[in-house]
């Protein structure tokens, strides 16, 4: 029988070809725009670690005073160095680190090739376990490596493929900059997006990182940040890279994991009693103030979506709104003027149940062939996507099964959702009615 | 026209009136906020940077294997001389940054030497003697610095400027009743000389964050002795292409100590522009043909029910028409419906464009909407309702009076 309904669907949309052209079309774009930003909206937003994203906390620390906010400002998104080894030596959390990026140039052993530039971090130990980074050969360092400041490197798989051509290089030297660094491990792919651990310095989409090293190490070498620095009213800080990091620029990413509810309290007290501690030596002139964010918590402060995505993806939404009112419309004036028809057919012995299927056919005709021009529009989209984000998000949006399945699913049930009402019409015309009207 | 014979028929078509009613008024709210987003957008793109845009070029050059401050120094003279006698250069300078490259240094400037109750904040380039006139800034007052008064900073070192010129944006704002020539303010602990004013320099930033302080920008006279360092190069005119292609050679067959990246090492300062404002434009794209798309099928749609309208009631017209009523009374009977239909719906679709936007307002810092962009919208959707009800109307004003005796 239904079937059947399909065939009758299909000869009266014939009948209407640039009707159903336009119900068609309209369904296409509004589900292929909702889609496509979407999926660039899903892509930016995603929860990178999602099974430990809970666990994974940001402490800040109120250095500057209440003076420093008064501008709207909020509590500096990173950490002094003497503030971050103070909580790296307290080891208050189960796993803890500090992080701050590094742009460097690695030099090729073999002296006919170029430099070319690389970008890392430096951190501690704790950081692969923490973030759950996967090795491909060997391992990351070890505590006592941070303690003893070692020249040990955990290189990319892509840095690996250039540098050994994908052989496992543990052991092997690289040189970065104007020191030699002892490979320990090879990552495998990894690229958390949003990249959480610097949200503070970049957009969080940039090409992942070639290299980490040991932050004790980093330091030793004088290695300058990559990342923002935030000096408030601090032009007065002696000259050299002594006075650098005794000052109280922020510029230190700060990252803690904490197990549990019992554990968080535990770390916002610690971090409470530090900030009382130095208002107590004299350091702080005003009341302690602290804050703890976990991941998607820490995202969302940063502002890591950019409010583009958002936007257009509500906007999209609207409009394909407005596509599903004008199917509404134009079904339902389409469905009321077979009311000769229907009432001939009820007249005949059809049921209600028995017209409202043969139009929600119908429907469904037009809603499939709406997902269909929907994922080529979408395909489309996708591909004309870097004309209107940023290219590091925009690469985010890809045609995967996903989308393919979102697309085809939206533009059916919306359609069907939209034929709900001139179906439910159509299928309570009078056929006594009718008959006499003709 | 009678207006109360019309109300009665959409009676009769309370849910199809309702729906394009709904149709038209979230149009409306959707176009009115797109077209003023589009309207920001292209306001931010058309925002001189201040620069001469045309024949500069860019180099972002990382000096490779971390040389001390002394070295790059060497370096970067020699580099500053190579550049200058390549052909086609007409002028070339070293800095840390420049208009919308989107990264930089921000100072605080005012009238203290306490840095806790600056003014306003401020861009910082460090340039030498030939940035003026590499960028083609105009001295509005005093003058440029001179070549013996650039000095060299190194990472950390104290950035304490005897001499600056600052932006007129700037001086304005720190001085505005008075030329800012001579006056001291403070970057530093210690105070600097204002010795000149240059007209418009924008700052790294679009961001629309920074947008209230986005032509405070300082000169200070310094070489910056640092990991990576950027060459500004004017070209002579029509040279542009050929010295972007032959820079980096250059570059390279007098040091190989750098890296000179092949994706974005190089650039024009129109890529420069198009990089910074990627978002903006790519929004007033999007914007644009969501709202072009969003319009035609609004008036396709409209087209679609009216005809259908006009089918359903052949008869009755066929009947108006043998009782005298003229082919206009027919024309003008259905504009006048869908007239009365449309200022329904742009009556609701105003009051949603002003909802829209302020829940915009509240979720993404977007300024509120001009009543200007609420009234071409309503115009807009009046004129493209009439136009898209002209062609079915005028098929339904030719129905003969011969059809009121006919039957379906």
């Given at each position: 029988m239904f079937a059947y309904y399909l065939r009758l669907g299909w000869r009266s949309l014939r009948r209407n070809p640039l009707l159903t052209a336009l119900m068609v079309f309209a369904i296409g774009v509004g589900v292929a725009a909702s889609a496509t930003t979407f999926a660039v909206f899903h892509a930016a937003s995603g929860n990178p670690l999602p099974d430990k994203s809970a666990q994974l906390f940001v402490p800040q620390i109120?250095?500057?005073?209440p003076a420093s906010r008064s501008a709207g400002r909020d509590l500096p998104d990173a950490l002094s160095y003497p503030d971050a080894m103070a909580l790296m030596r307290d080891h208050k959390a189960a796993r803890q680190t500090a992080i701050y990026p590094m742009a460097s140039t690695a030099i090729p052993q073999d002296p006919t090739r170029e430099p070319f530039a690389v970008n890392g971090y430096a951190a501690y130990a704790d950081f692969f376990p923490m973030f759950e980074a996967p090795f491909l050969y060997g391992n990351g360092w070890n505590a006592s490596q941070d303690e003893a400041h070692a020249g040990v490197v955990v290189i990319s798989r892509a840095l690996n493929q250039q540098l050994?051509?994908?052989?496992?290089?543990?052991g092997r030297t690289i040189r970065l900059d104007d020191h030699d660094y002892r490979v320990v491990g090879v990552l495998d792919e990894w690229n958390p997006r949003p990249r959480f651990y610097d949200v503070n310095n970049s957009d969080g989409f940039s090409d992942p990182p070639d290299f980490f090293v040991p932050f004790t190490r980093a330091i030793d070498l004088q290695t300058e940040t990559n990342g923002n620095s935030n000096c408030y009213g601090s032009a007065g800080r002696d000259a050299g890279w002594k006075g650098w990091i005794q000052s109280d620029c922020v510029w230190v990413s700060f990252w803690a994991e904490l197990p549990n509810r019992a554990a968080v309290t535990a770390y916002h007290d610690y971090l409470m009693a530090y900030a009382s501690e130095q208002q107590r030596v004299g350091r702080f002139h005003w009341a302690p103030f602290v804050q703890l964010h976990d991941l998607m918590q820490w995202l969302d402060y940063e502002k890591v979506v950019p409010p583009e995505t958002r936007i257009s993806m509500l906007l999209s939404l609207g409009f394909l709104l407005v596509c599903l009112v004008n199917t509404v419309g134009l079904l339902l004036a389409k469905f009321m003027r077979r009311a000769a028809e229907i009432g001939v057919r009820r007249a005949l012995g059809a049921s209600r149940r028995e017209i409202w299927l043969q139009y929600l056919a119908e429907a469904l005709m037009i809603g499939v062939a709406g997902g269909v021009v929907g994922l080529v529009l979408t395909g489309v989209g996708m591909l004309g996507i870097g004309l209107v984000f940023d290219p590091d998000i925009a690469r985010l949006a890809r045609m995967s099964p996903s989308v393919i399945g979102l697309t085809l699913l939206t533009a059916v049930v919306t359609t069907l959702a939209a034929a709900l009402y001139p179906t439910w019409r159509a299928a309570r015309v009078q056929p006594a009615w009718q008959l006499k009207a003709n | 026209m009678q207006i109360r014979p019309i109300l009665a028929t959409l009676r009769y078509h309370k849910a199809g009136t309702l729906l394009i009613a709904l149709q038209i008024a979230l149009t409306l709210a959707i176009v009115c906020n797109a077209l003023f987003i589009i309207h920001q957008r292209l306001g931010q793109l058309s925002?001189?940077?201040?620069?001469?845009?045309?024949?500069l070029l860019l180099v972002h050059n990382q000096w490779a294997g971390k040389p001390d401050a002394d070295e790059v120094a060497s370096m970067m003279a020699s580099d500053l001389a190579t550049l200058r006698n390549?052909?086609?250069?007409?002028n070339v300078y070293a800095t840390n940054t420049y208009p919308l490259s989107g990264e930089g240094t921000v100072f605080g400037i005012g009238h203290?030497?306490?840095?806790?109750?600056?003014?306003d904040s401020t861009a910082i380039y460090f340039v030498d003697d030939n940035a003026l006139a590499t960028l083609g800034?105009?001295?509005?007052?005093g003058r440029n610095f001179r070549p013996d008064e650039i000095g060299a900073s190194s990472k950390?070192?104290?950035?304490?400027?005897?001499e600056i010129i600052i932006t007129q944006a700037l001086a304005h704002h720190l001085f505005p009743d008075a030329s800012a020539v001579g006056k001291a303010v403070y970057l530093s602990r210690k105070p600097s000389i204002i010795i000149g004013v240059v007209g418009r320099m924008r700052t790294p930033w679009v961001d629309s964050s920074m947008a209230?302080?986005?032509?405070y920008s300082t000169l200070l006279p310094y070489r910056r002795l640092e990991g990576y360092t950027e060459y500004v190069i004017r070209t002579q005119p029509g040279q542009l292409d050929d010295v972007a292609r032959r820079v980096k050679a250059t570059l390279y067959a007098a040091n190989r100590m750098r890296v000179i990246s092949p994706k974005n090492g190089v650039r024009t300062f129109a890529d420069v522009g198009a990089q910074a404002y990627n978002s903006d434009r790519g929004m007033a794209i999007l914007m644009g043909a969501i709202s072009l798309i969003m319009l035609t099928i609004t008036g396709a749609g409209i087209v679609g029910l009216t005809s259908f309208w006009v089918g359903q009631r052949r008869k009755q017209i066929g009947v108006r028409r043998a009782l005298g009523a003229t082919q206009r009374d027919i024309l003008s009977y259905f504009l006048t419906e869908n007239l009365l239909i449309g200022v329904a719906g742009v009556i609701v679709g105003g009051v949603l464009a002003i909802g829209l936007n302020l829940w915009l307002m509240n979720q993404f810092e977007m300024e509120k909407l001009a009543m200007g962009y609420v009234v071409a919208g309503v115009a807009i959707l009046l004129v493209l309702g009439q136009g898209a009800v002209l062609a079915p109307a005028l098929r339904a004003s030719k129905v003969p009076p011969v059809e009121a005796t006919r039957s379906v």
């Open positions: 109120d250095i500057w005073g050994f051509g994908g052989a496992n290089s543990v | 925002r001189p940077s201040g620069v001469d845009e045309s024949d390549l052909p086609g250069v007409a203290s030497p306490d840095k806790k109750t600056y003014t800034l105009r001295l509005i007052a950390h070192s104290k950035i304490e400027p005897d209230k302080w986005d032509e």
